[in-house]
């Protein structure tokens, strides 16, 4: 905060006048962001459904490998590569429990909608948190 003398004092937190000016652009790309990941969960539970009524005895396990190669139109290989990171970024943490389709979707939403990999760069908070929030909302909890 600026002292008597138009200096800004030491404990005031800094900001450029370019941070200033883009923090409005942040919050609609935050928007837009909940929108997009919003579509890709309805998207996702409506492709998930359709699986589930075209396999209907198999294990839950081969339905999210079906819906992954579907959704993301990956190699066979590369579904249980998909299944194995969103088991480790959201199942093995912070209580270990066996994977379910939120765990799915989420992974996917950060890696495919966000253009994120969880497995090199890590995720950051916020994201992480507005994902489950929007995932938790629209995709049940017992797929």
């Given amino acids: 905060m600026p002292n008597g003398d138009g200096e800004i004092s030491e404990g005031?937190?800094?900001s450029s006048w370019l941070e200033d000016a883009l923090r409005p652009l942040n919050f609609v790309a935050t928007m837009r962001e909940?929108?997009?990941?919003?579509?890709?969960?309805?998207?996702?539970?409506?492709?998930?459904?359709q699986v589930e009524a075209q396999m209907?005895?198999?294990?839950?396990t081969e339905r999210y490998a079906r819906f992954i190669e579907?959704?993301?139109?990956?190699?066979?290989?590369?579904?249980?590569?998909?299944?194995?990171?969103?088991?480790e970024s959201f199942a093995d943490w912070p209580n270990e429990r066996p994977l379910n389709f939120r765990d799915v979707v989420q992974y996917l939403?950060?890696?495919?909608?966000?253009?994120?990999?969880?497995?090199?760069?890590?995720?950051?908070s916020r994201i992480v948190d507005f994902?489950?929030?929007?995932v938790g909302h629209v995709i049940p909890r017992d797929l």
Wanted: glycine share 4%; net charge positive; proline share 6%.
């Fill in 56 to 60: 209907p005895q198999a294990p839950q």
């Fill in 70 to 87: 579907l959704r993301s139109g990956v190699t066979p290989a590369a579904v249980l590569t998909v299944m194995r990171r969103a088991e």
């Fill in 34 to 49: 909940r929108r997009q990941i919003r579509l890709f969960c309805d998207e996702s539970l409506k492709l998930y459904r």
């Fill in 12 to 14: 005031a937190p800094k």
């Fill in 109 to 124: 939403a950060v890696t495919d909608c966000l253009k994120i990999d969880i497995a090199v760069a890590g995720v950051r």
């Fill in 131 to 134: 994902v489950i929030d929007i």
